[in-house]
C-alpha cells in the first residue's frame, strides 16, 4: 500500500543511534528481525513495560514470573496502517497503564472505563534544548519537521508556509528530519534543510527560527513544542498531542 501511495519502501532495516547506547552496563538486544518476543526470550523480573500495541500483545501472555505488567503509551495508533480492533484490544488488557499526556489519559477513563493510570508527561532536557535572548531574525524565518508520515501533518505545515508567504514573501523555511525530501512532499525553493542533524545541534535549528510549525494531524505529545519553546521559540500548532491542553 504504501508503495501504491507513492511512499518509498525500505529493503532493510537500518538501526542508527538510540538512547540505550549511553547507558553503560545495561544489556540491550537487537533483533536480527521482527518477530514476536516469547516468555522464554525474557528473563525473570520484577516489571515488564510493554512499549507499543503489540508488544502489550505479547506482554500480556507472559507468566508472572516475568514480572508486574505495564503499558507504556504514547499514541492512540488508530491512524493508518494500524490495525485499529488489536490497537483498541490492547487498551482493555488487564496491564497498568503509564500515559504521557492527559488525552491519552482522557481517553483511557472515557472510553475503556480504566482510570487506574499513571500520567508521566514528557519533559526536554534543558542543558540540551536551549537558546540565549534574541530579537527577531534578520529574515522572517520558520521551522518544520520534515516527515512523510500523513498523521505528522508536513503537508500542513507547508501549506501554511505558503499562505504566509504571499504576505511575507521574504519569509524563510527552515526543516530537519530523518530523510532527504520526498519528490511526493517536496520542500519550497529556497528552503534549507538538514538531514539527521546531530542532537547538539538541533537546538541552533530552532532557535535560527521565529516560529516552529506544527501541524500534526495526531501526535500522543508531540515533543517538539517543548523543545522548540526551551529554545524561546514560538509555536504555530494545530489542536493535537499536548496542543490540545
Not at 106 to 116: E, F, H, L, P, T
Not at 204 to 229: K, N, Q, T, V
Amino acid at each position: 500500500m504504501d508503495w501504491l501511495r507513492g511512499y518509498p519502501v525500505p529493503k532493510t532495516v537500518a538501526f542508527g543511534p538510540n538512547h540505550f547506547d549511553k547507558l553503560p552496563g545495561i544489556e540491550f538486544r537487537k533483533l536480527k528481525k521482527h518477530q514476536p518476543i516469547g516468555a522464554d526470550n525474557v528473563p525473570d523480573a520484577d516489571v515488564v513495560i510493554a512499549t507499543w500495541w503489540e508488544t502489550a500483545e505479547w506482554v500480556a501472555a507472559y507468566p508472572p514470573s516475568k514480572g508486574a505488567k505495564a503499558y507504556f503509551i504514547q499514541h492512540y495508533e488508530t491512524h493508518y496502517p494500524q490495525p485499529v480492533d488489536r490497537v483498541e484490544a490492547t487498551w482493555r488488557l488487564p496491564l497498568h497503564k503509564i500515559i504521557i499526556a492527559q488525552w491519552l489519559a482522557d481517553i483511557s477513563r472515557n472510553k475503556y472505563g480504566d482510570a487506574d493510570l499513571s500520567m508521566v508527561p514528557n519533559a526536554v532536557d534543558a542543558d540540551q534544548f536551549n537558546a540565549p535572548p534574541r530579537g527577531k531574525q534578520p529574515t522572517p524565518t520558520v521551522g518544520v519537521m520534515y516527515s512523510i508520515a500523513e498523521f505528522k501533518g508536513c503537508d500542513v505545515s507547508l501549506k501554511g508556509y505558503e499562505l504566509a508567504k504571499q504576505k511575507v514573501p521574504n519569509l524563510k523555511l527552515i526543516s530537519f528530519g530523518n530523510r532527504e525530501p520526498f519528490p511526493r512532499l517536496p520542500l519550497p525553493d529556497g528552503a534549507q534543510h538538514t538531514v539527521q542533524p546531530a542532537q547538539d545541534r538541533i537546538k541552533d535549528i530552532y532557535a535560527s527560527c521565529d516560529a516552529w510549525l506544527f501541524g500534526s494531524r495526531s501526535e500522543g505529545f508531540g515533543l517538539p513544542l517543548l523543545e522548540s519553546m526551551a529554545c524561546r521559540t514560538p509555536v504555530i500548532a494545530t489542536p493535537t498531542g499536548a496542543a490540545r491542553n
